[in-house]
């Protein structure tokens, strides 16, 4: 059965990217218009991975990985961000607000590919 | 499919934009309206993130720079105003404008109009942004080219599970870099009343073998290194490895990772019984680890073993003679195939002269390919140099080091073996003659020992060989003085640098104070020259008198085939090796009565000999009225050689002469042309002489 990821993301462009370049990969996708829509539908729907945005308005990438980590379905489930900035404080904060890893924008196919690969085995 | 995002990513931005208008505006009549000064800080986010992703580099970091303003107004550092708004505003339309000429390419947008935002953006701020958005770049993988096996321990935080990473995955991860041993550490394991299911217990030792370095290595950790303990350690280089040593002892191995100590390990030892065990059975260490050391020993072993399967499989030894036959056949092969390509030319036949295309770019390929099968790395050599070095250094009471580089470069076979004799013969005069007494050296302000340096470097199509001492220089006066003792000048001859230096290669001179056991063995440097001309090579020297000599030898990296240029006398063709050619000139008749029979030709306001090879080799005939002069350089000296014709350049298989013709002086070799007619290769410097003889 094809793994599922949620893609949630504000900007309609890169979610276009991430949700074509997975499925290529083989893999069924949700996505979510902000953090909010992504929260509400993981919590009715089971996911094998999230990747999320950092800045989003309603609520932002830090506040989803905090609510994803308190559901029981995405305890353990691997969490990556996007982000533009590569500066460490954002990482530093995403990390601790229980992300596996990220992705620095802007990215190629290729390396969104390595990291689901490398977080999801 | 990248035209599809990009124009999803344009739709998106549009939008975006009207949005950020009517925040603006709203913006104006609430500025402290935290929510508003989000959407658009959140707007502008978006702009510059995904138009980087999709190509737009002009606007993601003309963006960037609004996007820094509003993070500071977002953060209270800045208040908003008017003027913000204002610019504000502006930067939103000059992005809807570079979006609208997005597609004539880049540098379409009015460039000067983005500055004059920027510049008002940055004069609110007060502050100088850093000008371009950062973008994290991966460092670049360098593969290396041998592997290294490195000694891994990672151990995940407890508390690895809540962050969503699932160790497993790293250590597959791993094992794509090459080959790979995994052992898992349970030492840690609480009993079964007090485990969290939750945590992660266990650890990981793992060997693994690969040539992508060790940032590879580090890449697979990238998301979790800073909250678990990771060891990477080189622990062995197959490439500089002595392979057929046995490897580390088990208590070393052991002793290395710190997981026993010395003490122990020597309490152990003292045992006489398998370490291992005894450790274990001691309560010195947990099976695990000892499991583990046993591991790293067997992996070495098989990588090691590998290793040399592959080398010997990948590599057959032939006979030397076997490889001589095959060249001697591809270059009866190229002069056959140049009669085809002539032949099919003159006949006009296109089906033939497409089958003569596909033979003549055959028999190039298989001529390089049979040429690079006789080349070997000149390394095998230098290492015979070292203990030269050591031998005589020591007999001499000198300390001399040896340093070699380029022990890669690759010489045909017959070169490698012929230069052995000129290079012993140049290292032994640099050990002898050169690097001083590690006293007289410490006198002369030196370090007490001496180097000889030995390099070969590719240079064009010959390879470059540098024998470079570190020594007392030439003495340019001793030299003088030998070359008058020994008639070689007259007391008047005014001489450059590089030709008294040069009078070290005349026969008969040495300046050696007596004659040593090492250089003295009634070989002078005409014979290291000779040697090294037979291989149609050249050889310099350089030298600073109390700093060094370096002796340069420039070798062609194969004999077989020859750069020479073809010309004509009569109904003979003729070949000169092209490396020594200088020039073509026109000789008419009137520049021969000219010169009233002294055959002095005036080229470039400088007067040049020239030899007429008609004349030399006795070729019956009347010369055209313009002759061609060929002027060559040999040992910085011009000399020119008449012939009828010029014909051109011309890649020559060589082909000796026979035993019959050995004696035939100035012709070095000879071959077939595509006509099938024999062109003699002429000898430069070995006719010069002989013509000089004749003159006496």
Known sequence: MAKIIMTADDSASVRQMVSFTLKQGGYEVVEAVDGKDALQKLSTTKVDMLITDLNMPNLDGIGLIKGARALAGCKFIPIVMLTTESQDSRKQEGKAAGATGWIVKPFKPEQLMAVVKKVLG | MIDQHRQAFKEEAYELLSELETSLLELEERPDDVDLIGRVFRAMHTIKGSGSMFGFDDIASFTHEVETIFDMVRNGKLQVTKRLVNLTLAARDQIRSMLDHSEEGEGTADLQVSGEI????????????????????????????????????????????ASGSNPLTLLAELRELGTCNVVAQTSDFPGLEEINPEACYVYWDVIL??????????????????????????????????????????????????????????????????????????????????????????????????????????????????????????????????????????????????????????????????????????????????????????????????????????????????????????????????????????????????????????????????????????????????????????????????????????????????????????????????????????????????AGTRIMVRIPLTLAIIESLLVKIGNDSFMLPLSLVDECVELTREDVVRSHGRNLAHVRERLVPYIPLREQFNIPGDPPDIEQIVITQIDGVRVGFVVDHVIGEHQTVIKSLGRAYKDAEGISGATILGDGSVALILDIPKLLQTVEAQQG
């Open chain 2, 118 to 161: 920027i510049a008002g953006l940055r004069e609110l701020a007060g502050y100088e942004s850093p000008a371009a958005a950062p973008i994290e770049k991966k460092a670049e993988k360098g593969a290396l080219k041998d592997p290294v096996t490195y000694r891994i321990r990672f151990v995940p935080a407890r508390d690895i599970f």
């Open chain 2, 209 to 546: 073998t690969t040539d992508q370095g060790e940032n590879a290595i580090r890449d697979v950790f990238i998301f979790v290194e800073d909250d678990c303990e990771l060891k990477i350690e080189a622990i062995a280089e197959h490439s500089r490895f002595d392979e057929n040593q046995d490897y580390k002892k088990l208590g070393m191995i052991l002793l290395e990772r710190g997981d026993i100590t010395d003490e122990a390990m020597k309490e152990v030892l003292a045992q006489q019984k398998r370490f291992g065990e005894l450790a274990v059975s001691r309560g010195l260490l947990h099976q695990g680890k000892v499991q583990s050391a046993l591991v790293e020993q067997r992996h070495i072993k098989e990588v090691r073993q590998e290793k040399q399967t592959a080398e010997a499989a990948s590599s057959i030894r032939v006979p030397a003679e076997r490889l001589d036959v095959l060249v001697n056949l591809v270059g009866e092969m190229v002069t056959v195939q140049a009669r085809l390509s002539q032949t099919a030319a003159h006949r006009g036949d296109s089906e033939l002269m497409a089958i003569a295309e596909e033979v003549e770019r055959l028999t190039a390929e298989l001529r390089d390919s049979a040429l690079n099968i006789r080349m070997l790395p000149i390394g095998s050599t230098f290492s015979k140099f070292k203990r030269l070095v050591r031998d005589l250094s020591g007999e001499l009471g000198k300390q001399i080091e040896m340093t070699t580089e380029g022990a890669e470069t690759e010489l045909d076979k017959t070169v490698i073996e012929k230069l052995n004799d000129p290079l012993v013969h140049l290292i032994r005069n640099s050990i002898d003659h050169g690097v001083e007494l590690p006293e007289a050296r410490l006198a002369a302000g030196k370090q007490g020992h001496g180097t000889v340096h030995l390099s070969a470097v590719h240079s064009g199509d010959s390879v470059l060989i540098t024998i470079a001492d570190d020594g007392a220089g030439l003495d340019k006066d001793a030299i003088r003085a030998k070359a008058l003792e020994r008639g070689i000048i007259s007391p008047t001859t005014e001489l450059s640098e590089k030709e008294l230096f040069g009078l070290i290669f005349a026969p008969g001179f040495s300046t050696a104070k007596k004659v040593s056991s090492v250089s003295g063995r009634g070989v002078g440097m005409d014979v290291v020259k000779r040697a090294i001309e037979a291989l149609r090579g050249s050889i310099e020297i350089a030298s600073v008198r109390g």
